[in-house]
């Protein structure tokens, strides 16, 4: 029961919470903090005590139609990854919240957000996962639209909008796949294929590719990323490194290696319009973010690049370049809500949003920026920071392809680290080295110079360590998502 546990239990919290409305804060925040522990508990000992199990049939609607969760390899992955990120996560939260407002409202549907997550990866099926991947976009608008202000309904309708449509073409694509015999994840795929229905099974796959990957961030399905930067910190760390946008690279990579199946997909004509998608958005992203001015805003166009790295990872439809896909997907969440952790410090203690901005601030918060300075130079790619390793199998997986595509994926690998390297290394260089007479810091308050409290640098430490640990580990790291993946 350790799988139902973990995602039943913040659901209840949830509730609970909306229920008591404790006017306590700190009374709040202890429930906040200890359920979200309490779940990445039961969730993390389903991962070690769960996999290879038969899937658990909750309700049976017919053969065809079951809602049922397992744990394989990919389950495990995802499941870990959102449960050691999320007590983190709940702690920086709670002191961000306090000036805020409506911090019942937002601890409600966090909470809630937590469990329908480990749905997702718990899902043994694709009309489980699709239940849940639209139960995510109803748990998280409230949190975008949090401030309830003008650009916060813009960007609810403008996420909501994106949503539905992807959501609708996923539908099309889990129906032909219900239809054709996907009833449970296999690895490899589950549809069967005869001669007469490869091409409509191929566009399905195209469909669900750019369904599911809206929330991944794919082009054209990623502006709505960028419309939920109004939101407060802790979502958009949450939606842009751990909960949402992996939720859509997940769902991408169940349908291509459990679905479908890449014997279908090989060599096809949507495997060349998949990768090629996932080419152009990462470079277009990385030049996006380059332009930008706004810190969240580069950062989210940061994140809709570095999502198309693991579609690209995955659309290779080799066993290494979802392995590739996978590491990259670890490295770049524990990276990316470093980053975002980073900026929401700024804003919390200086006000500060843009990059121009920041000039000269860095000795002011010596341990944020510290923390985000590491993080930067490993989403890089600096060796040996986490990120080098990721993107090099990424690379490599390309190039093994052994066709143009192929070199065309390593390519624009190539070009995006060039860019990220220019767009983080801006805010780092201007933050400690500002040009004479130019820093901004000495318009600081002299009560503000200084790193927030420890709820908010804890987190920051913790996660800028660990990802220097997963840069130096990345040889473990690979091997055990290679068994993860291979043996599922």
């Known amino acids: 029961m350790w799988m139902l546990l973990a995602i039943a239990l913040p659901m209840l919290a949830g509730g609970a919470l909306a229920a ?16 979200a522990c309490l779940t990445a508990a039961c969730a993390l000992a ?25 744990v394989d390899g990919l389950s495990c992955i ?14 920086y939260a709670v002191e961000y919240m306090s000036r805020e407002g409506s911090e019942n409202r937002f601890f409600v549907f966090y909470l809630i957000s937590f469990g329908v997550t480990l749905g997702i990866a718990f899902s043994a099926n694709v009309l489980t996962m699709y239940l849940f991947y639209e139960l995510l976009t109803l748990a998280t ?27 609708a073409l996923g539908f099309i694509a889990m129906v032909l796949m219900i239809e054709h015999g996907a009833w449970f994840f296999q690895f490899g795929g589950s549809v069967t294929v005869t001669a007469s229905k490869e091409n409509t099974l191929r566009m399905a796959y195209i469909l669900g590719f750019f369904g599911f990957g809206v929330k991944a961030a794919v082009f054209p399905g990623h502006k709505w990323l960028l419309r939920a930067s109004v939101a407060p910190t802790p979502v958009t760390a949450l939606l842009h490194a751990v909960a949402v946008v992996k939720a859509g690279v997940f769902a991408v990579a169940r349908i291509t290696w459990y679905g479908f199946g890449p014997d279908l997909l090989r060599g096809s004509w949507c495997q060349y319009l998949a990768m090629g998608a996932a080419v152009f958005t990462i470079v277009y ?15 989210a166009w940061s994140t809709v690049s570095n999502l198309s790295y693991i579609l690209l990872g995955i659309a290779t439809l080799t066993t290494a370049g979802l392995i590739a896909g996978m590491v990259h997907m670890v490295v ?3 990276l990316k809500i470093t980053l975002f952790f980073g900026v929401g410090a700024v804003h919390y203690k200086l006000h500060r949003d843009f990059v121009p901005d920041i000039e000269g601030c860095g000795p002011l918060m010596p341990t944020i920026f510290a923390s985000f300075t590491v993080s930067a130079l490993g989403l890089m790619g600096v060796p040996p920071l986490a990120g080098f390793s990721s993107k090099w199998m990424l690379a490599t997986a390309c190039a093994g ?19 990220t390297a220019l767009y983080l290394m801006e805010i780092v260089m201007l933050a400690y080295f500002p040009r004479q007479n130019r820093a901004i810091s000495v318009k600081i308050p002299r009560q503000a110079r200084r790193d927030p409290n420890r709820r908010m640098t804890v987190p920051v430490v913790t996660l800028s360590l660990a990802s220097v640990v997963l840069g130096l580990c990345a040889g473990g790291l690979t091997q055990a998502i290679a068994r993860l993946v291979l043996g599922a």
């Open 20 to 35: 008591w409305r404790p006017k306590d804060r700190t009374a709040r925040q202890n429930f906040v903090v200890g359920s």
């Open 46 to 70: 389903a991962v070690f005590t769960l996999r290879g199990e038969d899937p658990l049939v909750l309700l049976s609607m017919g053969e065809k139609l079951t809602i049922a969760f397992q």
């Open 78 to 91: 995802f499941a870990a990854l959102v449960s050691v990120l999320w007590p983190l996560a709940s702690l």
């Open 141 to 167: 608008l409230p949190l975008v639209m949090h401030h309830m202000d003008g650009k916060a309904r813009y960007a609810g309708r403008v996420y909501l909008t994106y949503s539905m449509c992807g959501a």
């Open 285 to 299: 992203a990385s030049s996006k973010a380059l332009r930008t001015k706004h810190l969240k805003r580069r950062l």
């Open 332 to 334: 770049h969440a524990v």
């Open 401 to 419: 392809m052994g066709d143009w595509l192929g070199w065309a994926g390593a390519a624009a690998l190539a070009v995006s680290a060039i860019l």
